[in-house]
């Protein structure tokens, strides 16, 4: 009798070692909400008529709840919008918040539903002032919760993969849609309509998310996050800085209300290599004159606007934005001038960032 019971304690004590080698704890991600598509309700499942950030995070985690078994998953509503509405102190109040829950020792990783019309923004915004190497995955839906078809339920799951896995981890802001992870520096919206929105047209995919796993292919080589100067922690507000657009007979006047309005900063989105109508020119120097900062960056989408090619920066004190789009120019740019109004060190900041 004695030996069988030695004998049962015994295989109970293997088995409880087993199921504890076996079981790794799953990651603890927490979902911070913002509104977009992902949240959004139609009349009719098939009509393209909606409102995006209509659905709080529960309704959104309710539709998943295979998530529950990737990660112990928290969430917050932190903004119920659509993601045209973004403004310089929502990105403050965001990248604080998750600069104050990666800090935790409870939290592994983070992922932000958000709306895919100014995603690439947040996400290179995030990218640059987010203090930790722990996983921030970006993602939503192009069709509302409604839809047929609704790919917000598969991107929440596939995001949150994404921000569990310890391959994630220092590799940057991250977006997740349609299974690929792309970088926040080059991942940019390029389709109005299709689920396969997102690409990064200058760097390629990083990798992919598929069954429940990820697969990285690249890594990003540009400096991003713990590495980055910039410090948003006591912020309120940003420097103004705006974009004009180039275009065949550019007229002046769009770069001297941004003079007249008192901004720090002008992006350029020119033409081809970042080029610049004869009639806007003057009044870029004269921005340049007042003490205001312009980067010359180009509407073309891939390919670099380099630097002392057709214009020469050095003699116009332009800053070159090379390959980065005109709207994460934009960011870089209003960054920079937190730290130094040197032309020269922040065209070092193009070069790295
Ligand atoms: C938005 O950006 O909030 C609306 C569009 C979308 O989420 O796809």
Same mark, same amino acid.
């Not at 987010?130 to 839906?141: D, H, I, Q």
């Given at each position: 009798?004695?030996?069988?019971?030695?004998?049962?304690?015994?295989?109970?004590?293997?088995?409880?070692?087993?199921?504890?080698?076996?079981?790794?704890?799953?990651?603890?991600?927490?979902?911070?909400?913002?509104?977009?598509?992902?949240?959004?309700?139609?009349?009719?499942?098939?009509?393209?008529?909606?409102?995006?950030?209509?659905?709080?995070?529960?309704?959104?985690?309710?539709?998943?709840?295979?998530?529950?078994?990737?990660?112990?998953?928290?969430?917050?509503?932190?903004?119920?919008?659509?993601?045209?509405?973004?403004?310089?102190?929502?990105?403050?109040?965001?990248?604080?918040?998750?600069?104050?829950?990666?800090?935790?020792?409870?939290?592994?990783?983070?992922?932000?539903?958000?709306?895919?019309?100014?995603?690439?923004?947040?996400?290179?915004?995030?990218?640059?002032?987010?203090?930790?190497?722990?996983?921030?995955?970006?993602?939503?839906?192009?069709?509302?919760?409604?839809?047929?078809?609704?790919?917000?339920?598969?991107?929440?799951?596939?995001?949150?993969?994404?921000?569990?896995?310890?391959?994630?981890?220092?590799?940057?802001?991250?977006?997740?849609?349609?299974?690929?992870?792309?970088?926040?520096?080059?991942?940019?919206?390029? +389709?109005?309509?299709? $689920?396969?929105?997102?690409?990064?047209? &200058?760097? =390629?995919?990083? /990798?992919? #998310? %598929?069954? *429940?796993?990820?697969?990285?292919?690249?890594?990003?080589?540009?400096?991003?996050?713990?590495?980055?100067?910039?410090?948003?922690?006591?912020?309120?507000?940003?420097?103004?800085?705006?974009?004009?657009?180039?275009?065949? +007979?550019?007229?002046? $006047?769009?770069?001297?209300?941004?003079? &007249?309005? =008192?901004?720090? /900063?002008? #992006? %350029?989105? *020119?033409?081809?290599?970042?080029?610049?109508?004869?009639?806007?020119?003057?009044?870029?120097?004269?921005?340049?004159?007042?003490?205001?900062?312009?980067?010359?960056?180009?509407?073309?989408?891939?390919?670099?606007?380099?630097?002392?090619?057709? $214009?020469?920066?050095?003699?116009?004190?332009?800053?070159?934005?090379?390959?980065?789009?005109?709207?994460?120019?934009?960011?870089?740019?209003?960054?920079?001038?937190?730290?130094?109004?040197?032309?020269?060190?922040?065209?070092?900041?193009?070069?790295?960032?």
């Amino acid at each position: 009798m004695r030996t069988f019971k030695n004998l049962a304690s015994l295989i109970l004590l293997v088995f409880g070692f087993a199921c504890s080698v076996s079981a790794a704890p799953l990651p603890r991600i927490h979902i911070l909400a913002t509104g977009g598509t992902i949240a959004g309700v139609g009349a009719s499942s098939t009509g393209s008529a909606y409102k995006p950030g209509q659905l709080g995070i529960d309704q959104l985690l309710e539709a998943v709840p295979e998530i529950n078994k990737v990660a112990e998953v928290t969430g917050e509503q932190i903004f119920t919008i659509a993601s045209q509405d973004m403004t310089d102190v929502d990105w403050l109040k965001l990248a604080q918040r998750v600069n104050q829950l990666l800090a935790r020792d409870d939290v592994d990783g983070i992922v932000i539903t958000h709306g895919t019309d100014t995603m690439e923004e947040t996400a290179y915004f995030l990218n640059l002032t987010v203090k930790s190497n722990k996983p921030v995955v970006l993602t939503g839906a192009m069709r509302p919760a409604t839809s047929l078809s609704a790919d917000g339920p598969l991107n929440l799951f596939n995001a949150v993969v994404t921000a569990g896995a310890k391959e994630s981890e220092g590799r940057g802001t991250l977006i997740v849609l349609n299974g690929i992870i792309l970088g926040a520096r080059d991942a940019t919206k390029t +389709n109005t309509l299709s $689920v396969q929105t997102f690409q990064s047209p &200058n760097s =390629g995919i990083l /990798g992919y #998310v %598929h069954d *429940g796993e990820v697969n990285y292919q690249l890594k990003n080589e540009k400096l991003h996050t713990s590495q980055s100067v910039f410090d948003i922690t006591n912020r309120t507000t940003l420097p103004k800085v705006g974009i004009v657009y180039g275009y065949a +007979n550019a007229d002046p $006047v769009l770069v001297e209300a941004l003079i &007249n309005a =008192g901004y720090e /900063g002008i #992006v %350029h989105a *020119g033409v081809g290599n970042g080029n610049i109508h004869k009639q806007v020119f003057p009044a870029l120097i004269k921005a340049r004159n007042k003490g205001i900062q312009v980067v010359r960056s180009s509407r073309v989408p891939t390919g670099p606007s380099t630097l002392d090619a057709e $214009v020469d920066d050095q003699a116009n004190r332009f800053i070159a934005a090379l390959d980065l789009n005109p709207q994460k120019a934009r960011i870089l740019l209003m960054l920079a001038l937190t730290e130094t109004n040197d032309w020269e060190k922040i065209q070092e900041m193009f070069l790295v960032y």
